[in-house]
């Protein structure tokens, strides 16, 4: 059964700023900008409406498919049903049910199908109202604008100049070339402490972590020891440890974080498959029988994500990246369409 959402956009609004002398192709075109809440655990949550009700919504880059949680399904009396597509997630958790429901972001609005998620997924305490996952599949058609310090989510047109998309002060902008693979994953270059990893920037991650037979083989790491400490499970599961350590650095194409305590976990998707040999990079995604599930290298979280401000160009294949600034003004004015 396929899954779909046709987005209908009622309002656009042309971002202020430089204005541009190519008239080949259009300026910066906002299509709806909403507020952002960091919740407690650190992840990014924006208002939403399912039907007519308000409820907060996890904006993953890292998820693969939009979903409710079961809560949300029963509470808004929505009809779920099974379909042929599994889901699985970087715990384990696995699932076919789906649901329709109207969905509304600001100025976009769609009747869509959405997944119905795993009922042990955890969101902020602060956030009550938390209702599901925003996932790539809602995200990729725009250029995703994640302004930390204005606490502003943005989606753009992908309709503009090329490299024309920095509409905020910065002295300097690293520019990062990115893999979108088959389950709509942003993959990037981070090296830590001399070694690349291929890691996914995954704002639905609390921490950056790295796979731990990885971590092990490059670092000669003991998980357990005073340097690598144990530090919990997945989802509170003592069969499925993890463990931190701190590194000396993390950089991204000139942006640099010093001395980042990464968060070591087991590969748990990769054993819903029996063939080890395949690394695909995912934090959720669809399986493919013929291919081994794995979350890769690495996962880029919040933790590093959060003093950066981070504009994905999903067409383009290229995120923009400065420090978290203060805004000194508001990002767009609005205009008729």
Known sequence: MRLFAKWSILIFA??????????????LTLITSVDMHIGDDGRVYVPAKIGNVQKSMLVDTGGFLTELTPAAVA????????TGIELIGVSGDVTDVVTHAPFTIGNLHANMDFMVMASFHRFADDVSDAAGVIGPD???????DFDFAGKKFNMLSQDHCE???????ADAVAVVPITINSDWHIIVPVTVDGHQFKAILDTGATNTVLNLEIAK???????????TPEHGGLDGSPYSKTYTHRFSSLSLEGIAVANPLIELIPDLMRNKRLDPKDSLEGGTRLPDPSRTVGFG????????????HVYIAYKE??????????PTAKPATEASH
């Open 217 to 227: 083989s490059a670092f000669s790491l003991h998980p357990g020891d005073a340097a």
């Open 163 to 169: 490299g024309k998309v920095v509409y905020w002060p």
């Open 75 to 82: 509470e808004l009396n929505l009809t779920a049903r099974h």
């Open 317 to 326: 294949k290229k995120l923009y990246i400065t420090p978290a600034t203060a």
């Open 138 to 144: 809602h995200l990729r058609p725009y250029d995703a």
């Open 14 to 27: 042309a971002l202020s700023g430089e204005a541009h002398a190519d008239t080949a192709c259009p300026p």
């Open 297 to 308: 290298d690495m996962i880029l979280g919040m933790d590093i994500l959060h003093h950066l």
